[in-house]
C-alpha cells in the first residue's frame, strides 16, 4: 500500500450497531484488519470487550483494544460527512442505494470532505429505520434470493475488500517479473521443434505444417519466459543428440 | 438469477483442502450459499461432520450434507477442466496469478469446457506446492501487507462474491471449442513427460522436481486441449521409442 492508498484509511470507520455476538465484532476486526481498515465504533454491543471476540479477532485484537464505545449511532456518525448503512432488505422509502463497489467508491470519495462511516446493523433486524435516517445513503451486497443470510462479519469483509480495490491506485504488480520470449525466440525454437520432431520420426512427411501449426497453437497460448524457452530448447538438443547415436 | 446466470454454479465447486476447523467448513458453506454457490468438497477434513460445523453454516447445512469427501485433491479435482488454487503467499517459480476478480471471470469462461475447482488450503499452511501442481493457476487475495491473516470463510466469501459479480456481468459463451484436458489427463502426460526426460538424459538427477514443477507451470497456463495432450504424448511415445533403440 503506497502513501496515497493509505490517506483516506484514516478518515474512514467501521460503525457496528448493536452486535449480538461478540465472535462478529472480533470476526469482523479481522476483515477489516486484513484489507488495511483501522478504525471501529460499536453501538450498545451486547458483550463487549469478551474473551470471544478476541480470539475471533486472531491478531486484529489492537482494533478491539482501540475500538471506540457509544451508546447512539447519532453519537457515532455525528461528526461525519458522509455515512452509508447497510441493508439486507428493501425500504418502505428508497434510501438512495448502492452496490458494493459503487459504495467504496463514494466513501473514498468522501474522505475528501471528512470522516466517512459504514454502518452495519444487528444480525438480525439490521438498522432501524431511524438509524438509516442518520445515514445519506444505503448499501445492499447483492445475494442469492433464496438464501440472503450473510454473516455480520462477512459483509464488514466484502466491503473492507471493496474499498481496500476501491483505494488501490496502482495495478498489482505483475509476478511474473521475467521477461517473456520474443517473437524472435519463439520462431527460433519452432525450428528447433521441427528439427527435433523430424529426427524421432513423429512429423508426418505428407502434412508438417499441420503439426507445427497446432504446436504454435498451443506454446503460443503458454506465453512462455526466455528461461521456460532455454528449457524447451534444452530438451530439444538433448532429444537431437540421443536420436542421432 | 436468470437461468444464464445460474448456469456456471452447477460445474463450479469449492474445495476445501485440510481444514483444521470445523467452524470454518460451516461459515465457508454459509458463505457459498448466499453467494448462490452449492457445491462443496472436501478434502481430509479434521473432523467433519460436527456439531460445530452445522451451527455455523446457519441454514447453509444443505450443502454440508451433500458435500464430497475425499482423501486427497488429486481425487476431488481429477475430473475437472480448471483448478485454481488461492494462495497467500508468493511462490519460488510463480505461478500465473489472478486475482479475485480475473479468477472468477476465468472460472466462468472455464465452465464452458467442463467442471472447474475453487481450491482453499489449510488455516495455517495453505496448499502445499504438490497441490498447487494439481492447479493451474493460483488466485491471490490482496491483503495489507502487515496482517494478511485472512481467514478461511472470508476468504471463500470474497472469491464468491467476486463469482456472483462475474456470473451477473457475463453470460457464458457456448462452447463452441474441443474439450480441454482433464487434471487427471495432465497428470498422466507429466508422468510420460518425466519418463521421456530422463530417457534422453536431461533430467538432472539432483533436482528432478524442479524441473518438472516448470513444465507444469509452462502446460498448466496453455491449458491444452485433449487432442493436444495425445499430440503431446505421441512426441513422448516417439521420443521413448528412439531413445530405447
Known amino acids: ?32 484488519k486484513t484489507m488495511g481498515l483501522e478504525r471501529l465504533y460499536l453501538v450498545s454491543p451486547e458483550r463487549f470487550p469478551c474473551a470471544e471476540a478476541t480470539a475471533r479477532a486472531a491478531g486484529a485484537d489492537d482494533l ?4 471506540v464505545c457509544c451508546d447512539s449511532l447519532a453519537e457515532a456518525v455525528s461528526d461525519c460527512a458522509w455515512a452509508v448503512g ?3 432488505r428493501s425500504r418502505h422509502i428508497a434510501w438512495p442505494t448502492l452496490d458494493p463497489e459503487g459504495c467504496a467508491r463514494q466513501a473514498i470519495a468522501g474522505t475528501a470532505d471528512g470522516e466517512v462511516a459504514l454502518v452495519f446493523g444487528r444480525e438480525r433486524s439490521g438498522l432501524s429505520n431511524a438509524e438509516l435516517d442518520l445515514c445519506q445513503a444505503v448499501v445492499h451486497i447483492p445475494t442469492n434470493p433464496a438464501f440472503s443470510s450473510l454473516n455480520l462479519a462477512s459483509a464488514v469483509q466484502i466491503l473492507a475488500y471493496e474499498l481496500s480495490r476501491a483505494g488501490a491506485r496502482e495495478p498489482v504488480a505483475p509476478t511474473v517479473e521475467e521477461p517473456a520470449a520474443s517473437v524472435e525466440e519463439m520462431e527460433r525454437f519452432y525450428v528447433h521443434l521441427e528439427e527435433a520432431l523430424r529426427s524421432i520420426g513423429y512429423l508426418d512427411p505428407r502434412a508438417p ?3 507445427m501449426r497446432r504446436m504454435r497453437r498451443l506454446y503460443g497460448r503458454a506465453r512462455p519466459l526466455e528461461s521456460e524457452v532455454s528449457i524447451l530448447r534444452g530438451i530439444l538438443s538433448a532429444t537431437l543428440a540421443q536420436s542421432s547415436r
Not at 449480538?20 to 477489516?32: K, L, V
Not at 478491539?64 to 475500538?67: D, I, K, M, R
Open 1 to 32: 500500500m503506497s502513501t496515497a492508498d493509505t490517506q483516506w484509511r484514516t478518515r474512514l470507520r467501521v460503525v457496528l450497531v448493536g452486535t449480538t455476538h461478540p465472535g462478529n465484532i472480533g470476526a469482523a476486526a479481522r476483515a477489516m
Open 64 to 67: 478491539l483494544a482501540a475500538a
Open 86 to 88: 447497510t441493508s439486507a
Open 209 to 211: 505444417k499441420l503439426l
